[in-house]
């Protein structure tokens, strides 16, 4: 019989990634550790299992009762990653996106904490794509020298929840500290998913959060260039989203050189009409001139138009959150979809529509059971080790980045097709 392993979080936020090592592990963790910034995130995974103990490390009156670190198999992490985000735009400060940005200290500061106190079989987490690219060269260096401190081999491996049964393009890195002075090979993982219609569908009828949205009403209502698009192709919704498949109506008014002719229309029909009907808003004829402009100029404009989807939803985050829209029916993706593109389960929800953005500062469940499957593996013996203190894997192409073989000089990299 398998033993049941001893699993605990670091900066659980929403719980997606804990579901996931649950259903991987078989059972709940025995303790979550946070710190106060993020307990309005963990306030979710708290309500959804009650009978684990959450300990806030920056708490002066914290008392961890002994038992609880002794024989840890792994804690699973999912700190900030607005450090290697490339959506963070905060430039020349401590904020600034890269290797030296504030945000990172979530990373080193819990991984000083694990290794030093808890000394699990094994410290993992989620971060951004950044942290595999040069970007992230110096944040691996960190986090490669806070592992040898405390005798623990360090890899890396990128993915996408496309391979892992949920249609979200979401790339995202796992990071692994193993109490082994070489590292295992981890397997290469691809689940079939199902397109985006087809996944929404698995929805039932009477799931809580079909009726909270972020946007309410038709698409139609709220975003009066999508009507006349709609009048110019003469289809429906159901039939626009089939034709278009991907994309913005921004963009699909560029491309089809449909601009001059919407404001037109919109001069006759809507000529005060914005997002909202406060008159300090900007009008749907302001926003096009606009994008006019930045695209004479050949620069970039903010698109917070409607934003279709075809197979794959693209990475959920609060602008597609937002501007999501249903391929079949006339509105915006409510919150369920929300959650269940995340993996979530049915009995999982938020309390209000205003926390939506809790949803995407997640990892999705069946990607995080997918890599706690291997550590898994590791805590019972059954993994395929290597000759690597380091290792660089690439789940979307199954490719071997780099490694640094045992022995090997320091900083030296070795670039390697396979190790098998």
């Known amino acids: 019989m398998e033993k049941e392993l001893k699993w605990g979080t670091i900066i659980p ?85 890269g290797s030296g940005a504030t945000q990172n200290q979530w990373m080193y500061n819990s991984s000083e904490y694990i290794l030093e106190n808890v000394k699990p079989k094994v410290l993992w987490g989620e971060n951004a794509p950044g942290l595999f690219t040069k970007m992230g060269e110096g944040v691996v260096d960190r986090l490669k020298a806070i592992g040898e401190k405390y005798g623990y081999s360090f890899s890396l491996i990128k993915t996408n929840t496309e391979l892992h049964g949920i249609p979200q393009r979401r790339m995202r890195t796992f990071y692994f500290f193993w109490n082994t ?54 289809l429906t919704h159901s039939e626009f989203a089939a034709k278009f498949k991907k994309g913005t109506i921004a963009q699909y008014l560029e491309k089809n050189e449909l601009i001059p002719d919407c404001i037109k229309w919109l001069e006759k029909h809507y000529p005060k009409r914005g997002f909202s009907n406060k008159k300090s808003t900007k009008t749907f004829i302001d926003m096009l001139e606009h994008q006019q402009y930045k695209t004479s100029q050949g620069l970039g404009y903010w698109d917070a138009s409607p934003h279709f989807f075809h197979d794959s939803f693209s990475a959920l985050i609060g602008r597609n959150m937002f501007n999501g829209v249903h391929p079949i029916e006339n509105r915006y993706l409510n919150v369920r979809e929300m959650l269940h593109l995340m993996g979530l389960p049915l009995d999982f929800g938020i309390e209000n529509a205003k926390q939506v953005n809790h949803i995407a500062q997640n990892v999705p469940v069946t990607t995080a059971m997918d890599m706690a499957d291997e550590v898994k593996k590791f805590c019972n013996g059954e993994a395929k080790m290597t000759n690597y203190t380091f290792l660089k894997q690439d789940n979307t192409n199954h490719k071997i980045i780099d490694s640094v073989e045992i022995g090997a000089e320091p900083k030296k990299k070795y670039k390697v097709k396979s190790i098998i």
């Open 13 to 97: 936020l929403i719980g997606g990634s804990a579901i996931g090592c649950k259903k991987s592990a078989g059972n709940e963790p025995a303790f979550h550790l946070s710190y106060d910034a993020f307990a309005a995130n963990e306030s979710h995974i708290e309500k959804y299992w009650p009978e684990v103990p959450m300990y806030r490390l920056d708490h002066e009156d914290l008392d961890i009762p002994k038992q609880t670190f002794n024989e840890v198999d792994y804690v699973n992490s999912v700190c900030p990653c607005a450090g290697l985000s490339q959506l963070n735009s905060a430039k020349g400060s401590a904020a600034s996106r």
């Open 181 to 234: 002075p070489t590292v295992p090979m981890l397997s290469w993982k691809f689940r079939e998913k199902k397109n985006l219609i087809d996944y929404l569908n698995e929805i039932p009828e009477d799931a809580t959060h079909q009726d909270m949205f972020m946007v309410e009403g038709k698409v139609t209502d709220h975003f009066k260039p999508y009507e006349y698009v709609l009048e110019k192709e003469g």
